[in-house]
């Protein structure tokens, strides 16, 4: 463990978190934010604001081009990045040029003109051009996160939608069995709820053995699950682990580790925080976003350590991703407040948990 005299050491050479049960950290200021993904010829690529950046450098440098050049896309925010098993590049994103989101009030509904068109494009030249397959989706969605391959060429992608009748987000599940250039809907999952920030949705997906799990949001006071297995996509249910109305961020080490990051449901030392409904949801919803959790399972998902905050501060930060950049060593970037830092795996490990 590093002791308190190397955290104030490394503190005082900048980027370094010193708080007390804070995992140390270092501030990684020139990376864009993420997600990233490292390309069959070894480049890092980071996907934001509808451009690709580039690192040739593991990260030391960038260079950027527009996806789409012509314009007749561009990726929102918070989209998710895939290389696949031949090498192949695969993006599941929402059109910003198409997103329209209004909400009455009044009527306690989504207005028929909101829409968002959700769509996935591939790159067989390690990201330097796109070719786009398929429009998944044109009803309304705010993220499109998840995104992995449980076989080779067999391809699921998290996305989501708002249901009409009674207005709350759920969960649809989209597969592909050629390695992205075609997609089915597969199953479509509603927790309940209603408002325009109720349900379980905003997911991410994570490859492991005989298929996936994907990790929700939720507003009932912890992450939800699914898994995917050969019979399909299981009915979501409570992780058990206590969370904010936020979605978490999922990575896979290259020792198999599975990483998750997460806002906890109260400040650290706390049972109560403020709680939100009217509009956005039918319960009172914590949205909590001050501080991130970390933790890990070393089964696949099955079970989780006890958590080690990641990240404190005084403006809310959300919507994590999370990059190894090498073995041990992980990048943390939020859509959300732009919260980019570095930290090791080692590290991690040996700050003490929230008690």
């Known amino acids: 463990m590093l002791s308190a005299s190397v955290i104030l050491a490394l503190a005082s050479l900048g980027g370094v978190r010193a708080e007390a049960a804070v995992v140390p950290t270092q501030a990684m200021p020139l990376i864009p934010l993420g997600p990233f993904v490292r390309a069959a010829n070894g480049d890092i690529l980071a996907l934001n604001d509808g451009w690709i950046r580039r690192s040739t450098v593991g990260g030391a440098s960038w260079k950027g081009a527009r996806m789409f050049p012509g314009g007749d896309y561009e990726?929102?925010?918070?989209?998710?990045?895939?290389?696949?098993?031949?090498?192949?590049?695969?993006?599941f994103f929402i059109d910003r040029r198409t997103l329209r989101y209004e909400w009455d009030n009044a009527a306690r509904r989504l207005?028929?003109?909101?829409?968002?068109?959700?769509?996935?494009?591939?790159?067989?030249?390690?990201?330097?051009?796109?070719?786009?397959?398929?429009?998944?989706?044109?009803?309304?969605?705010?993220?499109?996160?998840?995104?992995?391959?449980?076989?080779?060429?067999?391809?699921?992608?998290?996305?989501?939608?708002m249901t009409s009748a009674k207005p709350t987000n759920v969960t649809v599940m989209y597969e592909s069995t050629d390695n992205g250039d075609t997609w089915r809907r597969r199953s479509t999952m509603d927790g309940g709820g209603r408002g325009h920030h109720d349900g379980i949705y905003e997911g991410v997906a994570l490859a492991v053995p005989g298929g996936a799990i994907a990790v929700l949001r939720s507003t009932q006071d912890s992450l939800w699950v699914t898994r995917r297995t050969a019979s399909g996509w299981s009915r979501p249910a409570s992780m058990g682990i206590p969370a904010s109305s936020s979605p978490a961020g999922l990575l896979r080490l290259?020792?198999?580790?599975?990483?998750?990051?997460?806002?906890?449901?109260?400040?650290?030392?706390?049972?109560?925080?403020?709680?939100?409904?009217?509009?956005?949801?039918?319960?009172?919803?914590?949205?909590?976003?001050?501080?991130?959790?970390?933790?890990?399972?070393?089964?696949?998902?099955?079970?989780?350590?006890?958590p080690r905050v990641l990240w404190r501060g005084e403006t809310?930060?959300?919507?994590?991703?999370?990059?190894?950049?090498?073995?041990?060593?992980?990048?943390?970037?939020?859509?959300?407040?732009?919260?980019?830092?570095?930290?090791?795996?080692?590290?991690?490990?040996?700050?003490?948990p929230v008690p």
């Open 111 to 161: 207005n028929p003109s909101s829409k968002a068109c959700t769509l996935v494009a591939v790159s067989d030249d390690n990201g330097a051009t796109w070719r786009m397959t398929q429009e998944v989706q044109v009803t309304y969605a705010g993220a499109s996160r998840g995104l992995a391959e449980i076989a080779p060429g067999h391809l699921v992608a998290v996305g989501q939608e």
């Open 316 to 352: 809310d930060a959300a919507y994590p991703t999370l990059f190894e950049i090498e073995p041990g060593q992980v990048w943390m970037t939020t859509y959300q407040g732009q919260v980019r830092l570095g930290f090791a795996v080692d590290g991690l490990k040996q700050t003490l």
């Open 254 to 306: 290259a020792d198999g580790t599975i990483l998750m990051a997460y806002n906890p449901l109260y400040p650290t030392g706390q049972r109560t925080t403020r709680r939100f409904a009217d509009q956005g949801s039918e319960r009172g919803a914590s949205w909590y976003r001050r501080e991130i959790y970390v933790r890990w399972s070393e089964d696949d998902g099955r079970t989780w350590s006890a």
């Open 75 to 91: 990726a929102l925010n918070d989209s998710a990045l895939l290389v696949t098993k031949s090498g192949r590049v695969v993006a």
